[in-house]
T-cell receptor, first 113, second 113 residues
Framework: QKEVEQNSGPLSVPEGAIASLNCTYS??????FFWYRQYSGKSPELIMS????GDKEDGRFTAQLNKASQYVSLLIRDSQPSDSATYLC?????????????FGQGTILTVHP | NAGVMQNPRHLVRRRGQEARLRCSPV?????VYWYRQLPEEGLKFMVY????????ESGMPKERFSAEFPKEGPSILRIQQVVRGDSAAYFC???????????FGPGTRLTVL
């Protein structure tokens, strides 16, 4: 069974610090990788997508992908209390399952003032 | 620009009734996905549809659940003879194509009494 695993939380960081969220996936043919943020009682909101090895930066967010290690991460710089949410790693498997996103269980992030 | 729209936002049904959940994708998006989030659990893929076609229904329970995306009108997720275990948040997502990013709607919270 194809799996997506995220580092166990909850993760608590002080305001202004860097939050590091990690994710590993089991299927080597996976093509596309996404980070979503979900506030309690709300729907997932896209933060970043990444398709090739290396880093991708967007404002305070940096996604890192290493396909050889089957690892994807999200760094949040200058963390703010408004970043407190559950962060979901999602993987699009490709192949015959190309429409399907497989989600990790989520990491709860708390940024305290 | 309207995002993905879902209605109703909250739905209460008694055991044995039918539930119909509707999803209108982002204008111009022809790919629709349904996911379910059970209480305290992660997001699970249910079905992927394009106009008038079911592409992947590998995540759909074998009984009582069906989905459609007609040529005209919204996508419908139908649950017949609901049971308490069907209580969950049901999210619809859409994308313009593959392997484009999926954008999520606000969800329908189904409660089965």
């Amino acid at each position: 069974q194809k799996e997506v695993e995220q580092n166990s939380g909850p993760l608590s960081v002080p305001e202004g610090a860097i939050a590091s969220l990690n994710c590993t996936y089991s299927d080597r043919v996976s093509q596309s990788f996404f980070w979503y943020r979900q506030y309690s009682g709300k729907s997932p909101e896209l933060i970043m997508s990444i398709y090739s090895n290396g880093d991708k930066e967007d404002g305070r967010f940096t996604a890192q992908l290493n396909k050889a290690s089957q690892y994807v991460s999200l760094l949040i710089r200058d963390s703010q209390p408004s970043d407190s949410a559950t962060y979901l790693c999602a993987v699009n498997e490709g192949g015959t399952s190309y429409g399907k996103l497989t989600f990790g269980q989520g990491t709860i992030l708390t940024v305290h003032p | 620009n309207a995002g993905v729209m879902q209605n109703p936002r909250h739905l209460v049904r008694r055991r044995g009734q039918e539930a119909r959940l509707r999803c209108s994708p982002v204008k111009g998006h022809s790919h629709v996905y349904w996911y379910r989030q059970l209480p305290e659990e992660g997001l699970k893929f249910m079905v992927y549809l394009q106009k008038e076609n079911i592409i992947d229904e590998s995540g759909m329970p074998k009984e009582r659940f069906s989905a459609e995306f007609p040529k005209e009108g919204p996508s419908i997720l139908r649950i017949q003879q609901v049971v308490r275990g069907d209580s969950a948040a049901y999210f619809c997502a859409s994308s313009p194509g593959f392997p484009d990013t999926q954008y999520f709607g606000p969800g329908t919270r189904l409660t089965v009494l």
